[in-house]
């Protein structure tokens, strides 16, 4: 966007609304404001009947973090703080008017500081909350009355409501699913989990869940429930989030390659129309590949999308299963971390014991190891023993994964596909790593085993 320009924002009619103002050293907003003159615009808060009650110059935007919009509602969007010194409250000789139609406190618009005029940026886009068209004739706020609304209306309204609730108290379960596993697993790496309670709203137009972090003012685990992925349906995202740019930078050149971000994300490639989102939506092989997003000020994520769908599940075990696999591989690539042992037992007839170890290395990948359970069923590609057909719930999503490419064509160089990769029950996979590490063990050994059960 070549021009910028100042920005003024409906705040709340509450005496103290602008004391709130100079207490926090800025005001929120649900989106980030990407027409704004940063630094060196001028903001001003506007108050009943349009009149500018205070006035300030940007110094910076914060976020996205947890916010408190003048509305009332908590949710993650951004702070414009203002520059040191330039807050300045307008008495009723200095105040002005701003011809603006506003339709709810929080909502902000682009005008001219200079001439007092609104700067439409999208006339033709009227549904937009940013960018509304003073000509609409949906001149309402949240503080006043509005049109009634008609059966039909509130209708909608109330399924929407009833289905967000479901949505968030999904996304909890899951959370929590994740964070049990997660806390089973963390001996070695620095992990800090921490089994959750609450969900936060978010601009994303659905909510997340903090279940962790890799230490004191490190990365956080989180979990997220929201239409970012630009689906209508709301997509499960799990992921690590930073201020810093340079620690999530760091932990992403730690990592395998097939760790390595598919996609990278800025502001440039999101949209703000209804909610925060991307402009062009996931594709469907972007689902459960790692995503970069990097946002102004320093503001970076790291995680992978899941391909959700309606489940009548109590949680997402696929998700479950992808995001600990996910947050298990980039903990275990970390300086430090502790691998445990498992080569003595492995191919002991074979000489070239770091082959074996590559071999381990490949299999220990638990992210493309749960796609190939995934694709498989969960189902042993020796035996046909499905865990779940035989344990119930305790078994549920349980299975191993097996490395098919022979150990004496493994280079650390060549990349692991998910066609290298074979679901197996733990007997089975035990007496394959009996066997010579050859292509065709998996073959032979279901002949083994079809001769003998007989």
């Known amino acids: 966007m070549s021009k910028m ?13 602008i004391s709130q103002v100079r207490k926090l050293g800025g005001v929120t907003v649900w989106g980030y404001p990407k027409a704004l003159k940063n630094p060196g615009g001028k903001v001003a808060v506007v108050i009943r009947g349009g009149v500018v009650a205070l006035e300030f110059l940007v110094g910076k935007i914060e976020g996205p973090q947890s916010v408190k919009l003048p509305g009332g509602q908590k949710l993650s969007g951004y702070i414009i703080k203002a520059k040191r010194g330039s807050i300045r409250s307008l008495n009723s000789k200095s105040s002005y008017p701003l011809h603006i139609k506003w339709r709810a406190v929080g909502q902000y618009r682009y005008f001219n500081a200079k001439t007092r005029k609104p700067v439409i940026l999208d006339p033709n886009n009227r549904g937009h909350k940013e960018y509304l068209p003073d000509s609409s004739s949906r001149t309402w706020e949240k503080i006043s009355s509005s049109k009634p609304k008609t059966n039909n209306q509130q209708t909608r309204r109330a399924e929407l409501k009833s289905r967000s609730k479901q949505d968030r108290t999904w996304l909890l379960a899951t959370a929590k699913a994740v ?7 963390a001996t070695g790496t620095r992990l800090r989990i921490r089994i959750p309670n609450r969900a936060a709203g978010t601009n994303t137009d659905g909510w997340n869940v903090v279940i962790g972090n890799l ?12 239409r970012f992925a630009g689906y209508s349906q709301r997509k499960l995202w799990a992921c690590f989030r930073s201020n810093t740019r340079a620690k999530m930078v760091s932990i992403t050149k730690h990592v395998d390659r097939k760790l390595w971000p598919k996609r990278i994300v800025t502001s440039k490639d999101t949209d703000e129309q209804k909610f925060f989102m991307l402009a062009k939506r996931l594709t469907r092989s972007e689902f459960s590949t790692p995503i970069l997003e990097k946002y102004d000020g320093g503001s970076t994520f ?15 075990p696929h998700f479950c299963a992808r995001a600990v696999a996910f947050f298990e591989d980039v903990t275990r690539a970390l300086p430090n971390a502790k691998v445990e042992d498992e080569q003595r037992e492995v191919y002991p007839r074979y000489e070239k014991r770091r082959l074996v170890a590559v071999h381990l290395h490949r299999e220990r990948s638990k992210l493309l190891a749960t796609e190939c359970k995934i694709r498989d069923d969960y189902k042993c590609q020796v035996c046909d023993l499905r865990f779940e057909d035989a344990y119930g719930r305790l078994g549920l999503a349980f299975a191993e994964a097996h490395h098919l490419i022979p150990l004496s064509s493994l280079r650390d160089s060549v990349k692991t596909r998910i066609e290298d990769l074979k679901t197996v029950c733990a007997n089975c996979h035990r007496m394959l790593h009996k066997m010579d590490g050859k292509r065709g063990d998996i073959r032979k050994l279901k002949t083994i085993y079809k001769r003998h059960s007989r």
């Open 179 to 185: 964070a049990e596993s997660l806390k089973a697993r």
């Open 302 to 316: 790291y995680g992978i999308y899941d391909p959700t769908r309606e489940t009548a599940e109590r949680v997402s």
């Open 215 to 226: 230490g004191k003012d490190q990365p956080r685990l989180e979990v997220w429930l929201d």
């Open 5 to 17: 320009h100042d920005l003024a924002i409906r705040w709340s009619n509450h005496p103290n609304g």
